[in-house]
């Protein structure tokens, strides 16, 4: 992501915007959860995930909740959100696993291959450059480890262009999230060539 653009999304949430979108998506708790329910058996025991994009951190509280052998990282470009997820990862006592951080796609500041799943809910529409969030997503992912991006269904001839570039030797598969019997989004699961 450019620097300008980092400083141009950073600050669409932030100060009385960042609330706004926290009310929002807080009367959508339920999503999350169910979201979450999906995603949690993914995670191998005491597995890690992180979360690109957790905004103000209700799914990844959502997983915190259901894998309490897991530890998770959340990552978002805004720190007021990061501030907001923090603030629930404090009040809900979860702060010796669950850690939230200022972070671009584009630059995790993690070590290669310490992931054992990756999720971007609702975020990869926001990237300037889907190829390199994903490439930078492949380096932190362990061999066997699994990436899932619940999006827009628009995004979707973007990210296959970005899956084949930056990890051609993953299988990808691709279906649809409904929610109150409508097809909403797309879901991408990407994972080891085996799992096919």
């Known amino acids: 992501m450019t620097r300008h653009h980092h400083d141009t999304h950073a600050e669409a949430f932030d100060g009385e915007a960042a609330r706004r979108y926290e009310e929002r ?8 959860r169910a979201i979450a329910r999906r995603i949690a058996p993914l995670l191998p025991e005491a597995g890690h995930l992180v ?13 915190a909740r259901q894998r309490p052998d897991a530890r998770l990282t959340g990552m978002d470009v805004a720190p007021e959100m990061v501030r907001l997820a923090d603030v629930r990862v404090q009040d809900a006592g979860l702060s010796g696993r669950v850690e939230v951080v200022v ?3 584009a630059a995790l500041p993690l070590p290669d291959r310490c992931a054992d799943v990756v999720t971007a809910t609702m975020t990869a529409h926001h990237w300037p450059d889907l190829t390199a969030g994903v490439a930078e997503i492949a380096r932190v992912l362990r061999p066997a480890g699994l990436l899932v991006v619940i999006d827009r269904r628009g995004t979707g001839p973007a990210l296959r262009v ?7 030797d993953r299988t990808v598969r691709r279906d649809i999230v409904w929610l109150l019997g409508m097809p909403v989004y797309r879901r991408w699961t990407v994972g080891p060539a085996s799992n096919a």
């Open 51 to 63: 979360d690109v994009g957790t905004g103000p951190g209700h799914l990844l509280l959502a997983l």
């Open 103 to 105: 972070a671009d796609v």
């Open 162 to 168: 970005a899956f084949a570039a930056a990890m051609p």
């Open 25 to 32: 998506t807080t009367r959508l708790g339920w999503v999350y």
